[in-house]
């Protein structure tokens, strides 16, 4: 594979050791190296489900936290199960 990093270096000391009008290849790059953005819009079905999940993981945790067995015996298999 060709290293990218390597061609353009080599390419500015050749454009910067002749005389010319041109600005360094170097500039050339730069625009070429932004990271791309990318947005991301989610369905509210989407929304709705994912809003489902946070409230029962905090439900189940603010339960276990208050003595609730079932609720400490969940966590306890979700932990678990991260963990494999």
């Known amino acids: ?38 947005t991301v819009q989610i369905s509210t079905a989407a929304q709705s489900a994912l809003q489902e999940i946070i409230e029962t993981l905090v439900q189940t945790a603010t339960e276990a936290r208050s003595g609730d067995i079932q609720a400490q015996r969940l966590l306890a298999k979700e932990t678990a199960a991260q963990k494999t």
Do not use: W, Y
């Open 1 to 38: 594979m060709v290293n990218p990093v390597a061609s353009p270096q080599q390419s500015e000391s050749v454009v910067n050791s002749a005389p010319s009008t041109q600005p360094p290849a170097s500039s050339k790059f730069a625009s070429t190296n932004s990271t791309p953005k990318d």
